[in-house]
């Protein structure tokens, strides 16, 4: 059940930004990804160009193999290009130290798994709360926070319970809502939806839609479901390390 | 201290790993504060402060006698305030394990060294009487049901009779008690009366084991004891002489080197602590590296990995240790209470000791998880590579 609805009024502490700032906020310039095992050496992205617009829900999809998820952990900040450049909010990210980079990400990335990878030691709202550790936020502000991330993704509810008491779909959502906590630039999402059933996809997805419409978060979202691919705003495909341009969604 | 939550939840991942890592660490930390607390003990040296008594023994060896013609010249030192002698006895009562300890001793005098001994005046006139007299501590007492009046044979392994045999018998005339709880603890031995002893015995006549010297100031205790040692200096009787503490312990030094096998003994149990302790830290770690590639993910630098693993060691062995230590302090005073009189306390050096002991092996057991989950590459331990 598609329920934008459903989800709680805007008492997030985000500035919505519904008209989208069409300026590229990740700009990809002659990337190239290569892996050496041994004598061999695979090249997995070939001099790739790409721009993300602020503001845009894109949707990455293509074959199993063909780089996708090594190119969102590129923009993500998780590993760097062998060559090229990245930047995203006009700084370049493809030569930050690992320290640099991590900062980078706790302040600007929010990241979704297919798996959820959620702590399983620690309560939904504890895992909300991990990236706001990182910051200087008082234990009071940490919890307001939490609170509403959580109130976003319409799991106030369940606060206090642990990963394996959560189905799926309610896991996904604890992750969004800690992807989202610290008010990051980008979402970054790895087959969100890969491991949920179609009806518990669909709510993940209009989750992640509402987010990009009215909390103007910019996404950009690996999938094999052009079913999912369809709630995006842009969609691209790749093939064998290379874009394969086509058309966009409603 | 904002991670904290998060080491602490960190900790339980495995519970029964959990328990059993500190039961383990608790066990081990447990002995290491009571041994060491034996240990300083045995260690310290010749302590005068506050003793009130003091035990003179021939110098080459406790078993060896002294002759009663040193009485007098003991007793004309300055500040010795009452002399007694004792000798064991070494009886055995119907059966071997029967054993108690019993000394033959001058009734008066020492009971007058013994303030601490409570028995009604009567018996104590009794006593002081019968020269086949016993008084018979509470503690024997309540064991074998002695009563005013029994006649108890005892077979000695070191005393013949004139009559060449070793049973002896004496016959109870008094009870005597502790002052106070303690002294009752060490109430299970029993006195005999020297004089049908020192008649009736085969060979040694005239002689016993020890002096025991009352003190009349405890500050002048140590000056005291030396002019008793140099007093016979020279003599074919040469003396030690130590206060009844430190002589206590002798008994215990006679069995080896404490030091040393307390050592050893702590040695094999912290290697086994080592192994059991680093094994649980590096599982705790391989179980959760994809955790820790989400942690780095979400911001956590290489430097706050590290310090999560070394904090939840740290925080294993602290608990584990600490809880030990505690044990190990009721455990030292039932120790005390078994060694008769010297109190076996968890000193703040040992306590010390192990807070030492915690923190290294916390590094040693987390180090190298702490490296492991440090390098670990993200999008290898997402990708389960
Ligand atoms: N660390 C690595 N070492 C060697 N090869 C790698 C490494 N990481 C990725 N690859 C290779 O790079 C290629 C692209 O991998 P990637 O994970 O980006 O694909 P993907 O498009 O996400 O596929 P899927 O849809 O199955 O998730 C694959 O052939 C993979 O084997
Ligand atoms: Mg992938």
């Given at each position: 059940m598609p329920v934008p609805s459903a989800f709680p009024p805007p008492q997030y502490t985000l500035k919505p930004d519904p008209e989208p700032v069409m300026t590229a906020l990740v700009s990809i310039r002659g990337v190239s990804k290569r892996y050496t095992r041994g004598k061999q050496t695979v090249e997995v992205l070939a001099k790739l160009d790409l721009d993300i617009a602020s503001g845009d829900f894109l949707a990455l999809m293509g074959p199993s193999g063909s780089g996708k998820t090594t190119l969102l952990n590129l923009i993500g900040g998780l590993d760097q290009p062998s060559d090229g450049e990245i930047r995203v909010n006009d700084k370049?990210?493809?030569?930050?130290s690992s320290n640099a980079l991590a900062k980078w990400r706790a302040r600007h990335v929010g990241f979704i798994f297919q798996f959820y990878n959620l702590l399983p030691v620690l309560t939904a709202e504890a895992n909300v709360e991990l990236p706001l550790l990182l910051t200087d936020l008082s234990k009071a502000q940490r919890k307001k926070a939490v609170a509403a991330a959580l109130a976003v993704v319409g799991l106030s509810e369940r606060a206090t319970h642990k990963p394996n008491e959560l189905s799926g779909g309610q896991q996904q959502r604890v992750a969004i809502a800690r992807a989202l906590v610290a008010d990051p630039t980008l979402l970054v999402c790895d087959e969100p939806t890969g491991d949920l059933d179609r009806k518990t996809a669909d709510e993940v997805l209009t989750l992640l839609q509402d987010l990009n419409r009215n909390y103007g978060k910019t996404i950009i979202m690996v999938t094999h479901d052009a079913k999912a691919a369809e709630y995006a705003t842009h969609q691209l495909h790749m093939d064998k390390g290379a874009l394969v341009v086509s058309g966009a969604a409603a | 201290m904002r991670f904290l939550p998060l080491v602490w939840a960190s900790l339980f991942h495995k519970k029964t790993r959990l328990v059993l890592t500190l039961l383990s660490l608790t066990a081990a930390f447990m002995l290491f504060g009571l041994l060491q607390a034996v240990s300083v003990l045995f260690s310290s040296g010749a302590d005068f402060v506050g003793a009130n008594r003091l035990i003179t023994q021939a110098r080459v060896s406790f078993t060896q006698p002294l002759p009663l013609a040193l009485l007098p010249r003991i007793e004309a030192i300055p500040g010795v305030a009452r002399v007694a002698y004792s000798q064991f006895f070494g009886g055995i009562y119907i059966d071997e394990r029967n054993f108690f300890p019993q000394f033959t001793v001058e009734p008066e005098r020492l009971l007058d060294c013994y303030p601490e001994w409570k028995l009604p005046a009567d018996q104590r006139e009794a006593f002081i009487r019968t020269k086949t007299g016993a008084i018979v501590g509470r503690k024997l007492v309540e064991k074998y049901g002695f009563k005013i009046g029994d006649k108890i044979p005892l077979k000695s392994f070191i005393f013949t009779k004139k009559d060449g045999t070793r049973a002896w018998e004496w016959e109870v005339v008094g009870i005597f008690d502790g002052q106070d709880e303690d002294w009752a603890g060490r109430s299970n031995l029993m006195y005999l009366n020297y004089g049908h002893f020192d008649e009736a015995r085969q060979f040694g006549q005239g002689s016993a084991g020890v002096y025991i010297i009352r003190v009349a100031d405890p500050n002048e205790s140590e000056r005291i004891a030396n002019d008793i040692d140099r007093q016979f200096e020279n003599s074919p009787d040469e003396t030690k002489t130590q206060t009844e503490k430190d002589w206590n312990l002798s008994f215990a030094r006679q069995i080896g080197d404490i030091g040393l096998i307390v050592t050893a003994i702590l040695g094999a149990v912290f290697f086994t602590i080592l192994l059991v302790t680093g094994n649980t830290m590096s599982q705790a770690v391989r179980e959760r590296i994809p955790e820790f590639a989400v942690l780095k993910t979400l911001g956590f630098s290489d430097g706050k990995v590290t310090a999560l693993v070394l904090a939840e060691a740290f925080a294993l062995c602290l608990i584990g240790g600490l809880i030990g230590m505690v044990l190990a302090v009721g455990a030292a005073k039932v120790v005390s209470g078994l060694l008769n009189g010297s109190p076996v306390v968890v000193q703040p050096v040992v306590w010390l000791q192990a807070l030492a002991t915690m923190v290294a092996l916390a590094f040693a057991v987390g180090i190298f998880p702490a490296l492991r989950a440090r390098r670990l590459q993200i999008v290898d331990a997402l990708a389960g590579r």
């Open positions: 370049r990210i493809d030569q930050l | -």
